[in-house]
């Protein structure tokens, strides 16, 4: 129905772009939200680079942080840019001794695949993408195989290799429903 008399007020129009100034504490929230993924995962790696007798922590180290960088890589890159997935690839590297850019270069593709693919995954359920995180993760782990096999000139036992892959494809659920969970609250800028 057309409404003949434009009686209309101010407050009936939508502003798009108009919104109330942010005021320090306001804006630093915003941003300590922002860098929750980051974070998470910097701690990750601290406390797993910890030589703790934890069984499985050098695999375990990996498939959390190959799990952690898909998941915000589709859902909210600007929290896990590429650069600071390259920082993590480096600390991981430094913190154990690995052969230098390896785990850089599989951090870098496993984010390439999900900032590249986010708009179709989005659309798609959990199961679906969890079975590409699958065929993702063991490719990029079956890459750090081969190229950790021709840095060191030999064929290093898979073993290692092959718990990665189970670790990762068992945990992401796990990670999953926490990151959707801290996606949704503490993670959220516009929660603010």
């Given at each position: 129905m057309i409404?003949k008399d434009?009686?209309?007020s101010?407050n009936?129009?939508k502003?798009p ?17 922002s860098?929750?993924?980051?974070l ?18 050098n695999e375990?180290?990996?498939?959390i942080?190959?799990s952690s960088?898909?998941?915000?890589s ?7 840019p590429a650069i600071?997935?390259f ?6 590297d430094l913190?154990n001794?690995?052969p230098?850019g390896i ?7 496993v984010?390439g695949?999900?900032?590249t693919?986010r ?5 798609y ?14 490719g990029v782990?079956?890459?750090q195989?081969?190229?950790?096999s021709?840095f060191s000139?030999?064929i290093v ?6 718990f990665?892959i189970?670790?990762a494809?068992g945990?992401?659920?796990?990670l999953s ?5 801290a ?10």
């Amino acid at each position: 129905m057309i409404k003949k008399d434009n009686t209309h007020s101010i407050n009936d129009r939508k502003s798009p772009g108009i919104r109330p100034a942010f005021n320090r504490f306001q804006r630093i929230d915003m941003l300590v939200r922002s860098f929750v993924p980051m974070l998470f995962s910097i701690f990750m790696i601290l406390f797993l680079s910890i030589p703790f007798d934890i069984p499985g922590r050098n695999e375990l180290l990996p498939a959390i942080i190959v799990s952690s960088v898909y998941f915000w890589s589709i859902y909210r890159p600007k929290s896990m840019p590429a650069i600071g997935v390259f920082f993590l690839g480096l600390l991981i590297d430094l913190l154990n001794f690995t052969p230098p850019g390896i785990v850089i270069l599989i951090l870098l593709i496993v984010y390439g695949i999900g900032v590249t693919q986010r708009f179709r995954l989005v659309k798609y359920n959990f199961l679906v993408i969890w079975l590409i995180f699958t065929f993702a993760a063991t490719g990029v782990f079956v890459l750090q195989w081969i190229l950790i096999s021709a840095f060191s000139l030999k064929i290093v036992p898979y073993y290692s290799f092959l718990f990665e892959i189970i670790f990762a494809i068992g945990i992401y659920p796990l990670l999953s429903v926490l990151f959707t969970w801290a996606h949704q609250t503490i993670a959220n800028p516009a929660k603010v």
